[in-house]
């Protein structure tokens, strides 16, 4: 008999049908809303794989339930919902899509940091809202971006991907990362910094490390106190790396300038977080790797990770 495989979300029928071949496949029924846990449980009982989103928890009660579950293959390169200690416990694969979303994240933080710079959001709102009445020296003045510094923090494929983008607009490249990154400093000339020294001398302060125990409200009050005031912050890896609260606070003080976010604390968030409040902060639903190529690549890559398994060879991107 085929191997059998629950993907918990409804993905399109085109790109799972070529492996159906060699696998049984069935889809939780909904494209937007994230599969029941119960069902999870139950399918985790019955199935050989599972393929998951960012929005499951894929804990030790899950994988105690799978008697012959192989492989869990995340639909993200973050895998912050799983946990990797329980995984290796049950002897179960986890695998994630790094690669095929680095070009199209980068894209979208370096889109952030330019759509907070020149207040392209807030720019487009005056407009449709009528408000456009005349043109004035200062109207809608946003910062520079050009030879700026930009301070990356995660100079992981996408940090460094955000950095080649940096330079090509003549930006200082600052860095902060668990490990030095020589390739980075050779070829694009990224300066290693602490993470103080960073916060203090960067006009931009982007942040694109996982989140993990160590990381988990790294941008605190503490933090934005050292940034510039004129300095613009962009999130583009996970909300809980940040305290809302105090960035929030640092933003209406002017202790920071501005804000680009795409992920935060809770998702989705409330229409009456106070962030959205902010005319200087623009805020995307979580949508870094979202180009139907990417997210059609980041579908294969998990059905290909959870075939090879299933078929005893290595998986192309394994987490543990
Ligand atoms: C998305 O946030 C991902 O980790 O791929
Ligand atoms: C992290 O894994 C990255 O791709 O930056």
């Not at 971006?145 to 950095?163: E, F, P």
Request: glycine share 6%; aromatic share 6%; charged share 30%.
């Amino acid at each position: 008999a085929k191997p059998k495989v629950f993907i918990a979300r409804k993905l399109p029928d085109e790109v799972v049908e070529k492996f159906k071949e060699n696998m049984e496949i069935t889809m939780w029924d909904s494209e937007e809303e994230p599969v029941d846990r119960t069902r999870l449980l139950q399918e985790a009982g019955q199935c050989d794989g599972l393929i998951t989103m960012l929005t499951d928890r894929v804990d030790d009660e899950l994988m105690d339930q799978g008697k012959k579950l192989k492989i869990i293959a995340n639909m993200a390169v973050g895998y912050d919902n799983v946990d990797i200690q329980a995984a290796d416990k049950h002897g179960i694969q986890i695998t994630n899509t790094p690669d095929v979303l680095t070009e199209t994240t980068a894209d979208l933080t370096f889109t952030l940091l330019m759509a907070a710079a020149r207040r392209i959001i807030e720019a487009n709102e005056h407009i449709k809202e009528g408000k456009w009445e005349n043109w004035s020296p200062l109207f809608m003045a946003g910062t520079d971006v050009h030879h700026k510094s930009i301070g990356i923090v995660g100079m992981g494929r996408i940090g460094q991907a955000v950095a080649r983008r940096a330079k090509g607009f003549g930006m200082e490249i600052l860095y902060h990362n668990r490990s030095r990154k020589e390739e980075a400093e050779r070829e694009l000339g990224a300066s290693y910094h602490s993470f103080d020294d960073l916060l203090e001398k960067a006009d931009y302060v982007v942040c694109l490390a996982p989140l993990t125990e160590e990381t988990r409200g790294m941008f605190n009050q503490e933090a934005f106190k050292k940034m510039k005031s004129s300095a613009i912050f962009v999130n583009a890896s996970r909300g809980a790396l940040v305290d809302e609260r105090a960035l929030y606070e640092a933003l209406v003080r002017g202790e920071v300038k501005a804000a680009g976010l795409d992920v935060f604390e809770k998702e989705p968030i409330d229409a009456d977080h106070p962030l959205l409040g902010l005319d200087q902060v623009v805020c995307l639903p979580h949508i870094g790797s979202a180009s139907t190529e990417t997210r059609t690549a980041m579908m294969e890559l998990c059905l290909e990770n959870t075939w090879k398994v299933l078929n005893g060879e290595k998986p192309k991107t394994p987490v543990n």
